[in-house]
C-alpha cells in the first residue's frame, strides 16, 4: 500500500467520523430511551385498550370518508 | 486490492450513515429479551391513530380546497400508509389485549407499529401538515 492510497483511507474516514459519531451518538441515546421505556412500570388496564379501539373506530371511518371523497375528485 | 478496502470502507460509512437506528435498537432489544410495557405499546397505538387524523385533516382539505396536485398530490400514499399504521395497530392493539407487555423484534407487532408510524409521519412531512417534535 503507497502512501497516496493510505492518504486517501485516511481522508475518508476523517470526512466520514463525524456522520459516524452522529450515528453512535443517536444509537446510543436510543438504546437508554429502550431501556427506559423498558423498566418503566405501566400496565394497560383492559379499558384503556377499550377506549383506544373505541377512538380508532371513529378513526378509521373518517378516514375512509375523506377518502372516498379525495377519489371522486382526483378522478373528475 | 486498494480499491476493494476503499469501497469496503466506504460502503460500511454509508451504511451506517444512511440506515436508521430503529432496526438496531430493535435488535438490541430483541437480543436482550425486553420486552416494552403495555402502557407504553398503548401509546404507540394512540399515536398512529393521531397520525391517521392527520391524514384525515390532509385529505379533507384538499377535497375543501379541491385540489389533487402540487401539495394535494400525496393523497393516494397519504390513505395508503394510513391504512397500513391501521393494520399495524389493530394487531399491537390485538396483541396487547390478549399478552400485555409487547416483545420487541424485528417483525413482531411493536416494531410493524412503529415502522409504520414512521412511514405515516414521513409521507405528512412531506405534505407539510407533520412537524416532529424538535427533540426527536
Known amino acids: 500500500m503507497n502512501s497516496t492510497t493510505i492518504t486517501a483511507i ?8 463525524p456522520t459516524l459519531e452522529a450515528g453512535a451518538v443517536t444509537l446510543y441515546a436510543d438504546v437508554k430511551q429502550l431501556l427506559a421505556d423498558a423498566n418503566a412500570s405501566g400496565a394497560a388496564t383492559p379499558d384503556q385498550v377499550s377506549q383506544v ?13 375523506a377518502h372516498a371523497a379525495y377519489a371522486a375528485l382526483a378522478s373528475s | 486490492m486498494k480499491l476493494h478496502m476503499l469501497a469496503a470502507l466506504a460502503v460500511a460509512g454509508l451504511a451506517l450513515a444512511g440506515c436508521t437506528t ?25 399515536s398512529l391513530r393521531t397520525a391517521e387524523d392527520l391524514a384525515t385533516t390532509y385529505l379533507n382539505g384538499c377535497v375543501a380546497a379541491k385540489s389533487h396536485t402540487g401539495a394535494c398530490a400525496y393523497g393516494e400514499t397519504v390513505y395508503n400508509d394510513a391504512k ?3 393494520i399495524a395497530r389493530d ?14 423484534g424485528v417483525g413482531g407487532v411493536y416494531d410493524a407499529a412503529t415502522t409504520a408510524l414512521s412511514t ?9 401538515i407533520y412537524k ?4 426527536s
Open chain 2, 120 to 128: 405515516l409521519q414521513s409521507v405528512l412531512t412531506q405534505t407539510g
Open chain 1, 53 to 65: 379501539q373505541a377512538l380508532d373506530a371513529a378513526s378509521d371511518a373518517a378516514l375512509e370518508k
Open chain 2, 22 to 46: 430503529t432496526g438496531l435498537v430493535s435488535a438490541v432489544g430483541q437480543a436482550t429479551g425486553v420486552t416494552i410495557p403495555s402502557s407504553r405499546a398503548l401509546a404507540v397505538a394512540d
Open chain 2, 84 to 86: 397500513a399504521a391501521n
Open chain 2, 91 to 104: 394487531n399491537l392493539l390485538a396483541f396487547i389485549a390478549k399478552h400485555g407487555d409487547v416483545p420487541l
Open chain 2, 132 to 135: 416532529p417534535a424538535a427533540n
Open chain 1, 10 to 17: 485516511i481522508n475518508l474516514v476523517t470526512a466520514l467520523l
